[in-house]
């Protein structure tokens, strides 16, 4: 199970960060990955930090902005979103995929979370 938390009502050029909590497996053997995805449009792939290295993968839109980090011992993965757009508006979720190495191929992910609502607007 994947819960995400942290998700809410921020103003243009704010933060947030948001919070994947597992439960039921061990995030040593998984890729964890953040997508988003607003009405109307597809899902969109985000980040990912692999299993084992820690090496991460970010998207276009999001490079340089977000940032991916993982701690085992918690069995959380967290997102720090910083200089947030009002395009970033979405739902955030979080997904597992049993590899090491990462994917923005959103069908590879085996477990996936319900989501948290993600709002930037002055």
């Known amino acids: 199970q994947l819960v995400e938390s942290g998700g809410g009502l921020v103003q243009p050029g704010g933060s947030l960060r948001l919070s994947c909590q597992v439960s039921?497996?061990?995030?040593?053997?998984?890729?964890i990955g953040w997508f988003r995805q607003a009405p109307g449009k597809e899902r969109e792939g985000l980040a990912c930090i692999s299993r084992n290295d820690g090496s991460t993968y970010y998207g276009a839109s999001v490079k340089g902005r977000f940032t991916i980090a993982r701690d085992n011992a918690k069995s959380t993965v967290y997102l720090q979103m910083n200089f947030l757009k009002p395009e970033d508006t979405s739902v955030y979720y979080c997904a597992a995929y049993p590899q090491n190495y990462c994917t923005d191929e959103a069908s590879y992910y085996e477990y996936w979370g319900r989501g948290t609502q993600v709002t930037v607007a002055s």
């Open positions: 039921g497996f061990s995030l040593d053997y998984y890729a």
